[in-house]
């Protein structure tokens, strides 16, 4: 009996020290947010006029916005709230291209500004909604959302990564989704969450993610 109890509890102490370990590894491990696209094309008379994306965030990062800039906890966040998310937690994203990067050709840029911020949540899980003008591109353009420190994991919805709203015109754009390996982005995956550091070139130890960019044309 007393035998049965020391392997019972040697059994116990292994489960837990595993799980700790586990734990410890995922908490270190990057990325550390991970971040479900949207992407609304507006259209008028045919031409791209801009892009409302629309970012819906995993339950812990959700619940540091809601617990946090939901001060009336009423479920949703009013004009001086969102101005407080705003001004407090996505302007930082400036810091990082907005996530977002345009390509025509071989040259890949970045929104200098976005508009129209708007937060929300539902059953715990928040939001943000914002636009970026694209009305200087023409026809044929990429379009991304992604991380290139791999700090955030942004994936397209699964069910409706695009969607086109507006004026079609004659000819309705129509859209592809596929890897480009001419931008890897490389990333230590032991990189703690106060880590943001960019590496330009494979090292060992390094993981490579490869930007997946919706390809517009009409």
Not at 33 to 39: E, H, I, P, R
Not at 197 to 210: A, E, F, H, I, V
Request: glycine share 4%.
């Amino acid at each position: 009996m007393i035998r049965y109890r020391y392997k019972k509890i040697v059994c116990i102490s292994i489960l837990l020290t595993t799980l700790l370990f586990i734990a410890h590894v995922q908490l270190m491990a990057h990325p550390h947010l991970f971040v479900s696209a949207q992407t609304e094309f507006v259209l008028n008379n045919g031409k791209i006029q801009g892009a409302y994306e629309t970012w819906t965030f995993d339950r812990f990062f959700s619940a540091d916005i809601i617990q946090g800039y939901d001060l009336n906890r009423d479920g949703l966040f009013d004009r001086a709230e969102t101005k407080d998310v705003y001004d407090n937690a996505f302007i930082n994203t400036k810091n990082y291209s907005y996530f977002t990067f345009i390509r025509q050709g071989d040259k890949r840029e970045s929104p200098a500004q976005v508009s129209d911020f708007s937060v929300r949540q539902k059953n715990g899980i928040a939001s943000y909604r914002f636009y970026v003008d694209l009305s200087k591109y023409n026809g044929n353009f990429y379009f991304a959302v992604y991380d290139y420190t791999f700090f955030c994991d942004f994936r397209y919805d699964e069910k409706t990564p695009v969607f086109f709203t507006g004026a079609s015109g004659k000819t309705m754009p129509t859209y592809t989704i596929v890897e480009n390996k001419k931008y890897p982005v490389y990333y230590d995956p032991f990189d703690t969450a106060d880590m943001t550091m960019t590496y330009n070139s494979w090292k060992p130890g390094l993981q490579t993610y490869y930007p997946r960019e919706i390809h517009i044309t009409y």
